[in-house]
């Protein structure tokens, strides 16, 4: 079955740090050859990239993320990760990843993992 997985999200203090992990299952070698995301989508708003990172490990990040969050991959495992520290009230969001790219380009969807942040 052909399917994106995320975990790691909890409910943390501002200041505190996560780490998120994304597996990618039945994607074979195709994984390792995509430039991934990780999204998210705070209550109540539309979906946003917040980090990219290219087969060969180039990095991009939005501005308010900038700094504070690490996205990183691991081929052989099919998955990638988004370190996150110093973490703020407004990044609480349910986080995903997928592909970078055209919405067509994109795989389906994943349950997300739930980030939040308390004051």
């Known amino acids: 079955q052909v399917q994106l997985v995320e975990s790691g999200g909890d409910l943390v203090q501002a200041g505190g740090s996560l780490t998120l992990a994304c597996v990618g299952t039945?994607?074979?070698?195709?994984?390792?050859?995509?430039?991934m995301g990780w999204y998210r989508q705070p209550p109540g708003k539309q979906r946003e990239l917040v980090s990219s990172?290219?087969?060969?490990?180039?990095?991009d990040y939005a501005d308010r993320v900038k700094g504070r969050f690490t996205i990183y991959r691991d081929n052989a495992k099919n998955t990638v990760y988004l370190q996150m520290i110093d973490l703020k009230p407004e990044d609480t969001a349910v986080y995903y990843c997928?592909?970078?790219?055209?919405?067509?380009?994109?795989?389906?969807w994943g349950q997300g993992t739930q980030v939040t942040v308390s004051s």
């Open positions: 997928n592909r970078v790219g055209s919405l067509s380009s994109l795989w389906n």
């Open positions: 039945g994607y074979g070698s195709s994984f390792a050859f995509r430039v």
């Open positions: 990172i290219t087969v060969r490990g180039a990095t």
